[in-house]
């Protein structure tokens, strides 16, 4: 059974199964009561059919089992959630996870995943997605901090595919791709497939694209930015000349007139790399133009 909040915020209501990491080291054997390392406890949780929760004292954990390239059973490489679980990291004591400079972070196949109060960072992939992969699925990411990982593909900090994801008091911050959508890449097919993506109270800052969409790549769904406070999107370096307002990407069109309480006004000054959005939906062809 799950909870919903407001806000698209996910929880595991009571009966879900608890494993509990009691070591910051990367193993790969059974998860003991007083012997578990996250690797282990995503491996348990993934062979636990239904609901899990995966509980992460504050810590520094560094994947370090390197395999071949897309192994997708959690043995080596990334972490691989295959069955539905909460990744619940301490709330007072930073938890950081490091990725082994061969394979993203964490992948997410086809099941309903909530991760909080962590770091996820140091991801280095071959394909799309430098931080987090995620398809088939629904993800909820809360007060966590997506930053410093690349990708040979799209998506260097995020890869979110279909059917939705939603950041709630996140940052991703200075990701970079060779490819495009430095921080995130939202993706999906408009009609069939669609991919949402919803931001609250989240920062997307400091990414970098080789080819286009800086900060965000978004296609094929409909991406929502929602605050009670603010949501930013700042200062990315993307396709030439808009090298510090690329922002959102796909063909060049004026901000439409349907498009919902963009703050400030949608042309940009040379000068200015932030724009705070307070409710706003934005289409799949969006970029904030320079003036002057």
């Known amino acids: 059974m799950i909870l919903v909040f407001g806000f698209g915020f996910w929880a595991f209501a009571s009966g879900a199964t608890t494993f509990t990491v009691t070591k910051e080291s990367d193993d790969d054997g059974q998860c003991e009561v007083d ?6 406890a995503i491996l348990s949780a993934n062979a636990t059919p239904g609901n899990d929760i995966v509980v992460v004292p504050g810590g520094t954990y560094q994947l370090s089992l390197i395999g071949t390239v897309e192994e997708n059973q959690s043995m080596t490489g990334d972490l691989d959630l295959l069955d539905d679980v909460e990744i619940r990291g301490d709330q007072e004591l930073p938890v950081v996870i490091v990725g082994d400079g061969t394979d993203r ?8 995943v909530i991760i909080s109060n962590l770091t996820i960072t140091g991801g280095m992939a071959s394909s799309w997605g430098g931080g987090i992969r995620a398809t088939n699925s629904r993800v909820t990411i809360i007060n966590s901090t997506i930053s410093g ?8 900090g995020i890869l979110a595919g279909p059917p939705e994801m939603t950041l709630i008091n996140c940052t991703v911050s200075q990701n970079t791709t060779q490819d495009h959508g430095g921080g995130i890449f939202r993706f999906g097919i408009a009609g069939i497939d669609p991919a949402n993506l919803t931001l609250i109270n989240t920062t997307v ?14 296609a094929g769904g409909v991406t929502w930015l929602y605050s009670t406070q603010r949501s930013r999107i700042t200062h990315h370096i993307g396709e030439p000349p808009f090298l510090t307002t690329t922002l959102l990407e796909a063909p060049f069109i004026p901000i439409p007139s349907s498009w919902r309480h963009a703050v400030p006004s949608p042309a940009l000054p040379r000068d200015q790399t932030e724009v705070t959005f307070r409710s706003a939906e934005i289409p799949a062809t969006f970029r904030i133009p320079r003036t002057g």
């Open 35 to 40: 012997d578990c390392a996250l690797r282990e």
């Open 149 to 156: 990982n690349m990708n040979s593909a799209s998506g260097g």
């Open 105 to 112: 972070v964490i992948q997410i196949f086809g099941c309903t």
């Open 205 to 218: 800052s400091g990414n970098l694209a080789v080819y286009v969409g800086g900060g965000i790549f978004n």
